[in-house]
């Protein structure tokens, strides 16, 4: 009987050891699942995050070269009535210059 309650208790140990083992395998197989898909997670909304920046980056730079160009043109246009109206104004003056020259008399010398 003492041989058979070795057995016994033997056995009993055995089990009660390889339960812990077992259970902190399947503990340690869910934390390691958890913080797989809490990683993955994370990165999902990283890229998430990167890709709504780069688009608005995008749209911001987009919205800025359209307003350079606008004020770029606005200022050639600006640029070409100011040179169009100061080379009427020099034309006007030179048109006066001369027909005011062709007007006054020759001064006769005096001898």
Do not use: C, I, W, Y
């Not at 390691?32 to 911001?60: M, P, W």
């Not at 359209?66 to 050639?76: C, I, L, P, Q, S």
Request: proline fraction near 2%; charged fraction near 20%; glycine fraction near 10%.
């Amino acid at each position: 009987m003492v041989v058979r309650l070795s057995l016994v208790t033997s056995a009993l140990a055995v089990a009660v050891l390889v339960a812990p083992v077992q259970a902190a395998e399947s503990v340690g197989q869910t934390a390691s699942s958890a913080a797989k898909k809490t990683g993955h997670a994370v990165a999902e909304t990283g890229r998430e995050v990167g890709h709504a920046s780069a688009e608005a980056g995008r749209a911001v730079g987009h919205a800025t070269a359209e307003a350079g160009r606008e004020v770029g043109h606005a200022t050639a246009e600006a640029g070409r009535q100011v040179g169009h109206a100061t080379a009427e104004a020099g034309r006007k003056t030179g048109q006066a210059v001369k027909k005011e020259t062709k007007k006054a008399k020759p001064v006769s010398s005096a001898n």
